[in-house]
């Protein structure tokens, strides 16, 4: 089980904007996927989900840029669930290109873990959250 999950991305021309770089909403498509990639990985995909009946939704996003990423990047989404509480777990991204290892964002998310025929919050069930290492921050 890894404590960090890596998602590797090209960055595509359709995801630039008018200044010639990438749009802030590919950060936030790059970090679902990422997470999405993780929960399945860790035996939680999309389909598990549905099955189960409960699931994750978005609470809030946070994000913080630092440098721009350009079409043609190689980039990696370096993700992992930073706590994991009653009803809601934090995720940590750091967004990084291959080629320099230069940081371009660091992120969160706030999941919420709900009842997918209610839509009403739950307690994460202890399956779902042992299947995730709790990495603390230092």
Excluded: C
Aim: charged share 20%; net charge negative; no cysteine.
């Amino acid at each position: 089980m890894p404590k960090i999950f890596e998602f590797e991305h090209t960055v595509h021309p359709s995801e630039i904007d008018s200044l010639g770089h990438a749009n802030n909403v590919s950060y936030v498509q790059w970090m679902q996927s990422a997470a999405l990639a993780h929960s399945a990985a860790q035996g939680w995909s999309h389909e598990a989900h549905r099955e189960f009946g409960y699931g994750w939704v978005v609470r809030s996003h946070g994000i913080e840029y630092h440098q721009p990423a350009m079409a043609g990047d190689r980039i990696v989404i370096r993700t992992w669930v930073a706590t994991m509480k009653k009803v809601t777990s934090l995720r940590r991204y750091r967004i990084i290109r291959v080629e320099d290892e230069e940081l371009l964002a660091i992120a969160e998310t706030n999941w919420a873990f709900i009842n997918y025929s209610t839509g009403q919050p739950v307690r994460i069930p202890p399956e779902v959250a042992d299947a995730f290492v709790v990495v603390k921050d230092e």
